[in-house]
């Protein structure tokens, strides 16, 4: 039986006094994508550079493919591909050159040309890389990951800076690579994407892991976590909505004109919400209820707060 991708234990690592890693666990299976999700800081980009053996961890197990990142990382390297944030390109280097002297390098390459077509770059095949847009580097920075045909692909914020189109044609090839039977290793900020694409999440924060499962399981309904979504006139005072609701419902409202209801939404919530707002004369519009969002199971994990 094959071991797993990826298999981390107890990692902790450290920069000077500074624990940035305390006690992960993770596992990631084969032709799967785990997220690792966190805020900044929380010790993800830490964790996927001692996998890629960029780090020796201080103490803890990490496994890649079977084998150690660090001591076995000739071994490793032509199997796994990186994308990196910030891409890592040379400024004045065309964007045809850089890929075909990254596939020079694998064994049994792709064809870069039809990569370069695949990602949407063929009409900048030619242009220097530091003349390509944000979501151009990016895609590109992927280009180089995959020429390789590796057995194990690790991806730092892959759609930064990318419209929607090049972020769902990169969602749609993480896909093939699955199933195709590669694993992703993949970190990123937007909770639609770690939902779309992911097998596994883990959340860490201050460098310990605070949550795992499925997309499914972490956002699954419970009776008391449901909510209530509608927009109206910003700025209502809403102590009266919440003196009205039933003990247990929370009442916010996290962007300016949106009100969130949550807890237990039955249709006597909907009801005194519809009454409260006629009370204030206004219209309650694209009124929703759901499940929690992965967004919401995080911001409720690591805070709501804004880190540096």
Known sequence: MSAPAVEVSDLVFSYGSTTAVDGVDLRLERGAVLALLGPNGAGKTTTVEVCEGFLRPRAGLVRVLGLDPVADGAHLRPRIGVMPQGGGAYPGVRAAEMLRLVAACAANPLDPAWLIDVLGLAGSARTPYKRLSGGQQQRLSLACAL??????????????????????????????????????????????????????????????????????????????????????????????????????????????????????????????????????????????????????????????????
């Open 147 to 308: 020429v390789g045909r590796p057995e194990l692909v690790f991806l730092d914020e892959p759609t930064a800076g990318m419209d929607p189109q090049a972020r769902r044609l990169v969602w749609d090839l993480v896909g093939a690579l699955r199933a195709d039977g590669v694993s992703v290793l993949l970190t990123t900020h937007l909770m639609e994407e770690a939902e779309a694409l992911a097998d596994h999440v883990v959340i860490i924060d201050h460098g310990r892991v605070v949550a795992e499962g499925s997309p499914t399981e972490l956002t699954a309904d419970r009776p008391d976590d449901q909510q209530l979504r509608f927009r109206a006139k910003s700025g209502m005072d809403t102590a009266l909505l919440l003196a009205a609701l039933p003990e247990g419902c929370r009442v916010s409202e996290p962007l300016p004109g949106w009100y969130l209801v949550s807890g237990t939404v039955d249709p006597q919530v909907v009801s005194t919400v519809t009454a409260w707002c006629a009370q204030q004369g206004v219209l309650a519009e694209e009124l929703q209820v759901g499940r929690r969002s992965l967004e919401d199971v995080f911001l409720d994990l690591t805070g709501r707060e804004l880190r540096s």
